[in-house]
């Protein structure tokens, strides 16, 4: 167990349907990132969060948002899903520990669209 | 923008074979590096990492020496093991920092058999 929970494991729902995924970091970890692994594009940024507040965005798509909260997990919201939204989506929070940045990725939640 | 170059996967060795796998990258200044390992079903996890030129980063008998004039930082393992089989990833952090995004190459899937 990393540290790093995300919830839902495996997710099945349809085109033009909405969906939220969870991430709750790393006890005390105040960095959350999110990334998109798919066969075609890989493993792609997606967008950063730092105590709440929006630090980077990357390839993120305007039907995608994101938020992280006072409890600091994050969510990220896909909406008017496409086939070719189905992918792994990987959060990772990253805290200072043992003199070094250290950032910790969960297990990630499997999206299918069909 | 930052790019990341792995190798052609997958890669096929016997148990004991020796492993290499090589990547070379793209940055603006000094970025830092780092190889991650994915097994089945989980998410990322950090196997070594260099923050600059001439570093050698090291774990569980992997290495990698971060090649400033080439511009690479290989992977490589005298003697895999089947327990090594999983997907390989070369990974940079741009900017001289030791928080901000991820940029990974494309991931090398590993089989080891006996």
């Known amino acids: 167990d990393s540290g790093v929970t995300q919830t839902p494991k495996h997710l099945i729902t349809a085109t033009g349907q909405r969906v939220t995924l969870r991430c709750s970091p790393r006890?005390?970890?105040?960095?959350v990132y999110w990334y998109q692994q798919s066969l075609d594009q890989g493993l792609q940024f997606l967008i950063q969060y730092y105590n709440g507040e929006e630090r980077a965005k990357g390839n993120i798509l305007e039907r995608f948002s994101a938020q992280q909260f006072p409890d600091l997990h994050s969510e990220l919201n896909l909406s008017s899903l496409e086939l070719g939204d189905s992918a792994l989506y990987f959060c990772?929070?990253?805290?200072?520990?043992?003199?070094?940045?250290?950032?910790?990725f969960g297990a990630g939640s499997r999206l299918t669209v069909l | 923008g930052d790019s990341v170059t792995q190798m052609e996967g997958p890669v096929t060795l016997s148990e004991e074979a020796f492993l290499t796998i090589n990547c070379t990258y793209t940055?603006?200044?000094?970025?830092?590096l780092f190889w991650y390992v994915q097994y089945p079903g989980e998410g990322l996890q950090l196997l070594l990492k260099?923050?600059?030129?001439?570093d050698k980063g090291s774990n569980k008998g992997f290495e990698a020496t971060y090649r400033k004039e080439t511009t690479s930082f290989h992977l490589e393992k005298g003697s895999v093991q089947v327990s090594d089989s999983a997907v390989y990833f070369c990974a940079l952090r741009s900017g001289g920092t030791s928080y901000g995004k991820l940029t990974f190459g494309q991931g090398t899937i590993l089989t080891v058999h006996p």
């Open positions: 260099a923050t600059k030129a001439d």
């Open positions: 940055a603006t200044g000094y970025p830092s």
């Open positions: 990772a929070s990253q805290g200072f520990r043992s003199g070094a940045n250290v950032l910790t």
């Open positions: 006890s005390g970890d105040l960095s």
